[in-house]
């Protein structure tokens, strides 16, 4: 994920959505490729009905599009074809092999399926939208996921997937992260396709180009709920852009206070490495314990390769979309 320049303030609630998948990947404690269920039904349940508690929300995008290999075909096709390959790299197990190694090695003790959930979902930034893992983590209440450990999850994703980037959001605390931010949420009545929530940005960009395409404009979508981060403009022009664009688009602008359209206020950070300067990763590495540094690498050789099969199916279905489509929805796991 490339991350948003933004200077803000943040906080609300965003829930909703039902994502229950099978997985199969490379499990890095056994050496070998596990099926099991990824959500409890419960979770499902939890997803749907949406929640009283405190959320951290964050979003780890699955594409390579830095140049560590080369990926402009996968990178260059249509949203649909995109998406196909994140599902079924999601379907693979590649989140689930790496929440098993985090818990196995006690890095993480607090991370359960009752508190933290993923689905594939769409991201923006600078006037385009990716299929990403989007995913929430309940942090306050009796099974909170700790602070710690939702970092280490997504410090661990972003170097798996060799991300520039990640993103967390604290809905509710302005110093639980790295900075202060301010966001909106635009709720949908239903989880969208990931097509309906990049028209919804594009018409966020025929209102006011400032929240479209600079680099400090972007959004994650995560079940029901259309998240971004205050934009570097003034409050006005941003809140005055999304309102516009909730009504253009027919879905609600939250929060309103007393009648009167505003920003909710929460904390942010955009865990990175630069993989020019430290191709190996270490910026992540640095902040995981050394006892999983072997298997993470393992895991991310498994998604580097996993990828350059998908640009080498692309290649050979090129010109015809449906067969390409396909083809990512059955990508073989390892």
Known sequence: MRSWRAQARSGGRL???????????????KGKIMNRVALLAALGTLWCTGSALAET??????????????????????????????????????????????????VTTTLDDRNT????????????????????AIDSGANAASHADRQALTDSLGFVMTQDSVFLLDEDRTTSFDFPTSYVVLKFHRTPRLEDSA????????????????????????GRSYVSLQSDVPDEEFIAGYVQAARDFGVE?????????????????????????????EDYLARLPGRIHGVLRRIRDAHLSFTRRAVRTLVRAEGDPREQRRAMRHLDCH
Not at 19 to 29: E, F, H, Y
Not at 199 to 222: C, H, K
């Open 117 to 136: 959930r993923f689905q594939v979902a769409a991201g923006g930034f600078q006037g385009h939208t990716n299929p990403t893992f989007a995913f929430s």
């Open 15 to 29: 829930i909703d959505g039902c994502p229950i998948a099978a997985s199969g990947w490379l499990d890095p404690t």
């Open 199 to 222: 028209a919804l940005f594009e018409t966020v960009g025929d209102i006011d180009p400032q929240l479209f395409e600079t680099d400090t404009s972007g959004y994650t979508q995560v």
């Open 57 to 106: 929300v964050g979003s780890v995008e699955p594409i390579i599009d830095n140049g560590v290999i080369e990926t402009g075909v996968l990178v260059g096709q249509e949203l649909d074809v995109r998406a196909a390959f994140a599902e079924r790299l999601l379907q693979c197990g590649i989140v689930d092999e790496v929440e098993r190694l985090l818990s196995h090695e006690r």
């Open 253 to 281: 602008y939250t929060p309103v206070v007393a009648g009167v359209p505003s920003l909710f206020h929460g904390s942010a950070a955009f865990p990175a490495n630069d993989w020019v300067a430290h191709p190996h990763g």
